[in-house]
């Protein structure tokens, strides 16, 4: 494939930077939430697979392969920014399939994360890697790949782990590396060991997109942080509503 003009815009997004001004990827769940940030002037948008799951009614993880590339295909026909998929760890399919499935739904990016949806543990980090490989290889310059290492999120902590990890996945050719739930004071070693651009997951309660910045990462990502901020006013209008009616 060649590239297309909304993956080179999304991967342009990621370089050049400065430290504290990040690319801030708001994760927006539906059509709606994503008209919402891309009218209020982000120029590209994420889609979360937890945010996508809650408001179609499944648990985490357990969204159909079918109907989360149908949700992401509502968002990107609902603006003109260009769209990055969180399609978890493939839904087993081959990377053609794979490929195919995000084109049709119009992504230009997608995350793939390494832990095993069946066992729950980390996959093999050589694996992990081919099948990365086989990813870029047939998607070519048109889909931003952003590799989620999940070490912090399996209980292995420091940056060894993950380091090892970001090796071979920067050889395999993604163009963005994300050790999600690193612990921020960790960012500043791990940016300075990769030499791709560094995800970072913006948590309520913990330091703002601009510090995780400074400290390092380079794209700042919510998971489903902004679904569920929303569901909560969302919860406040539903009580007050039945306060009002005495029920």
């Known amino acids: 494939?060649?590239?297309?003009?909304?993956?080179?815009?999304?991967?342009a997004l990621h370089h050049g930077r400065r430290p504290g001004d990040p690319l801030i990827l708001p994760n927006v769940w539906d059509a709606a939430s994503a008209r919402v940030f891309a009218d209020a002037g982000f120029p590209a948008l994420a889609t979360p697979s937890m945010g996508i799951a809650a408001s179609l009614g499944y648990a985490d993880g357990q969204t159909p392969a079918d109907e989360m590339f149908a949700a992401v295909a509502r968002i990107v026909r609902a603006v003109d920014v260009p769209v990055t998929a969180d399609v978890e760890a493939g839904y087993g399919l081959s990377a053609?399939?794979?490929?195919?499935?995000?084109?049709?739904?119009?992504?230009?990016?997608?995350?793939?994360?390494?832990?095993?949806?069946?066992?729950?543990?980390?996959?093999?980090?050589?694996?992990?890697?081919?099948?990365?490989?086989?990813?870029?290889?047939?998607?070519?310059?048109?889909?931003?790949?952003?590799?989620?290492?999940?070490?912090?999120?399996?209980?292995?902590?420091?940056?060894?782990?993950?380091?090892?990890?970001?090796?071979?996945?920067?050889?395999?050719?993604?163009?963005?590396?994300?050790?999600?739930?690193?612990?921020?004071?960790?960012?500043?070693?791990?940016?300075?060991?990769?030499?791709?651009p560094l995800n970072a997951l913006a948590k309520t309660g913990g330091p703002s997109p601009r510090e995780l910045g400074a400290l390092g990462a380079t794209r700042i990502t919510f998971g489903g942080g902004l679904q569920h901020e929303a569901m909560a006013a969302l919860t406040a209008v539903a009580e007050r509503l039945r306060a009002e009616s005495g029920n």
């Not at 494939?1 to 991967?11: D, E, H, I, K």
């Not at 543990?121 to 890697?129: S, T, Y």
Request: proline share 5%.
């Open 1 to 11: 494939m060649t590239a297309t003009g909304p993956a080179a815009t999304l991967r």
């Open 96 to 196: 053609k399939e794979l490929v195919g499935r995000l084109a049709e739904a119009g992504a230009v990016g997608c995350n793939l994360e390494d832990s095993d949806h069946t066992t729950g543990a980390l996959r093999d980090v050589r694996e992990q890697a081919d099948w990365l490989a086989a990813v870029r290889a047939e998607a070519g310059d048109a889909l931003v790949i952003n590799a989620r290492i999940d070490t912090f999120l399996r209980g292995t902590p420091g940056v060894d782990a993950a380091l090892e990890r970001a090796r071979h996945y920067t050889a395999a050719g993604v163009d963005c590396l994300y050790p999600i739930l690193a612990p921020p004071e960790l960012l500043p070693e791990l940016a300075a060991a990769v030499t791709l």
